[in-house]
């Protein structure tokens, strides 16, 4: 199937909404481009918008990882939304819930956000 990425930025964060499978086979573009924006935009925060993801593997799994000691080191953070539910277990099997932000819809994101 693969994966369909759809990217904005607004305010130094990258919000990326994706459709389809994060897996081995998609990881790899994925990263290289999620690297190039965060470093040309000087990106601060990602949103992930997890809506339209069907499966997700240990490959996708270290994208968001690796994105998050990225971004720690100039303070940023990452935030998951509209996660749907086996997306979610495997969010919570997998422990990214204790480095990443997780919020019900991406307007929570925009808001939370926007407070800090």
Known sequence: MGLNVNLYIKKQILFIKLKGEMDQLTSDELRL??????????IRNLVFNMKEVTFIDSSGIGIII???NQLKLTGGKIYLCELNETIERIILLSGLNR?????????AVRWNLEMA
């Open 33 to 42: 481009r999620l690297n190039e924006i965060i470093v040309k935009y000087n």
């Open 99 to 107: 480095i990443c932000t997780i919020k019900e819809t991406e307007e």
């Open 66 to 68: 690796g994105r998050y």
